[in-house]
């Protein structure tokens, strides 16, 4: 008993470090860009830097669930775009209500969240390739559903009011992303589905033996994932006032990268909402920050893929230490 009370404390020190961490670097970042350019310290930028992260950390949140549960979602990218450009087809081809189509463009991703979690709890596919496999089919639909042109939303200007109306000069999209951190925070820690998500992490076999039906929970899971992707497929395309097939591929690597940097371990049932939000707002300064600064796109890829090598390397030495 004392033995899991000291393990137990040595993994809460071991999450507020990695939060403390990861604010410290965020804080530096901003510190560093803003001395490098007078550009980067403007409130227009900031406000852009937020509502790039609107969508970025709503991507994050969705699949925080999934890789506590020791999973991952290769398809997050395209699955957004297949929710934008659902919710394109509601409104602008089909003429339905705007919130009957934001719904409907919401539930199309839930819908491939569910098949995701489906093809690894029911049929056992890995959820890289699984997920893989999804990512190709949401980028096909997506290129054939629009005719592979935007889908714009021309005739409704009220539409773009949701991610770009604004509250006090902040713009919606803004506080969107802020409400659905504190709904998933509130879900992880509090409810049953928070519970039965880490304890699939860290013993999935465990869960099983105790009676639990795993495979209804990681379905729930994965189409969580899908519903939060869906959020974000209808603030991007409010936000560009078009649905974009082409968009997409990419923001997986952003959305994971974020969750990893905020603490989330890949080997499952270690994680939080706080440390993936924290994650997705040092993605997007990084990302804002080499912009202002011109750095050429494919050296901010480099970058990119090299802090995601880092943050996975150092959740490998973290979990060594606490083994």
């Known amino acids: ?9 040595q993994l809460i020190s071991a999450d507020s470090k990695q939060k403390v961490l990861a604010f410290s670097s965020l804080i530096m970042m901003i510190i560093v860009f803003s001395i490098a350019s007078p550009h980067f310290a403007t409130f227009s930028n900031f406000i852009g830097i937020l509502i790039s992260t609107a969508v ?28 934008s450009v659902m919710t394109g087809v509601f409104i602008t081809f089909m003429g339905l209500p705007i919130w009957l189509g934001i719904l409907g463009g919401i539930l199309a991703s839930t819908v491939a969240g569910i098949v995701n979690g489906s093809l690894t709890a029911k049929l056992k596919i890995p959820p890289f390739i699984a997920t893989l496999g999804m990512m190709m089919v949401a ?3 997506n290129l054939v559903i ?11 200007p009220a539409f773009r009011k949701i991610a770009m109306g604004k509250f006090f000069n902040i713009p919606h999209a803004v506080f969107i992303f ?19 998500t880490y304890a699939i992490g860290s013993n999935e076999e465990a869960v099983r033996l105790s009676g639990v039906n795993v495979d209804r929970w990681k379905i729930a899971i994965y189409a969580f994932g899908g519903f939060f992707y ?3 497929g209808v603030i991007m395309a409010s936000r560009l006032n078009s649905a974009q097939p082409a968009l ?15 603490g989330t371990s890949l080997s499952g049932g270690k994680g939080t909402i706080l440390g993936t939000i924290i994650g997705a707002f040092i993605m997007s300064v990084l990302t804002n ?6 750095i050429p796109q494919e050296w901010q890829t480099v970058i990119t893929g090299a802090i995601v090598i880092i943050a996975v390397y150092t959740d490998i030495l973290r979990r060594k230490k606490t083994a």
């Open 1 to 9: 008993m004392d033995a899991n009370i000291k393990e137990k404390k």
């Open 56 to 83: 970025t950390g709503l991507l994050a949140i969705g699949v925080t669930f999934i890789i506590i549960t020791s999973g991952i979602d290769l398809s997050i990218g395209t699955v957004m775009t297949f929710g």
């Open 139 to 141: 980028e096909g639909l």
């Open 146 to 156: 629009s005719g592979t042109k935007p889908i714009y939303f021309m005739h409704t």
């Open 178 to 196: 802020l409400g659905a951190a504190i709904v998933a925070g509130i879900i992880l820690d509090k409810t049953v589905f928070g519970k039965y």
């Open 230 to 232: 869906g959020i974000a």
């Open 248 to 262: 997409g591929p990419g923001y997986e690597l952003e959305a994971i990268a974020a969750v990893v940097i905020g």
């Open 289 to 294: 920050g080499l912009r202002i600064l011109s």
